[in-house]
């Protein structure tokens, strides 16, 4: 069976500082990662996948297979990346069920 | 077309009582998803549905819990028999196809 680890629950930083959110996964196959988002009063929602390679309000994550990570970093920390992020995994190959970490969540201070 | 919704928001119901949660999903899509979170945790998937028909269903949806989708648009999730262990947040998710999923806000049960 598929696990995601976010070792932090709560992760505190001020604005400009760099940012990076942990995530491990267990998967013996070729597993698809995701980083979603929860801002406060609002719905969770997708905040990038490994496939797509791309960066989203200045987040990137890169796939690491040798170490089971798909870490979420950001350079500069802004007051409104405050929100809680859960890392996510997917099986691939078809398969539409993720599996969420718990949660880690990033408060930026002014 | 604002989104999934999820209807009621909030319930707070005594043990033992049924319950029936409603999700709309965004009309073009033919995924729908449920899942439950509890405090602290992220997401769980229950079951999917692809147009009327349930695909998966995981081993937490105990023979309590049943879902519908009979037209295959809006989805309804019944809890039989409530117990304080059901108290949660049930999301509903809607995708077409295999692209993004989109969350509805939730209905947040509670059981006493």
């Known amino acids: 069976a598929q696990r995601v680890t976010q070792p932090e629950k709560l992760l505190s930083v001020f604005k400009g500082a760099p940012v990076e959110l942990k995530c491990n996964y267990s998967?013996?196959?070729?597993?698809?990662l995701f980083w979603y988002v929860q801002y406060s009063r609002q719905r969770l929602q997708l905040l990038l996948r490994?496939?797509s390679r791309e960066s989203i309000k200045g987040f990137t994550a890169d796939l690491n297979k040798g170490e089971t990570s798909f870490h979420l970093k950001k350079p500069f920390a802004q007051e409104e990346d405050s929100a809680m992020y859960y890392c996510a995994l997917t099986r691939g190959k078809g398969s539409y069920i993720p599996t969420f970490g718990r949660g880690t969540s990033l408060i930026v201070h002014p | 077309d604002t989104g999934v919704s999820q209807n009621p928001r909030h319930k707070i119901t005594k043990r033992g009582q049924n319950v029936t949660f409603r999700c709309d999903p965004i009309?073009?899509?033919?995924?729908l998803y449920w899942y439950r979170q509890t405090l602290g945790q992220g997401p769980e998937f229950l079951t999917y549905?692809?147009?009327?028909?349930?695909?998966?269903k995981s081993r937490l949806l105990s023979d309590r819990f049943s879902a519908e989708r009979p037209k295959g648009s809006f989805s309804t999730l019944e809890i039989q028999r409530t117990e304080q262990g059901d108290s949660a947040m049930y999301l509903c998710a809607s995708s077409f196809g295999p692209e993004t999923q989109y969350f509805g806000p939730g209905t947040r049960l509670l059981v006493l």
């Open positions: 009309s073009e899509h033919n995924r």
């Open positions: 490994h496939i």
């Open positions: 549905f692809q147009n009327e028909a349930q695909l998966e």
């Open positions: 998967y013996s196959g070729s597993p698809e």
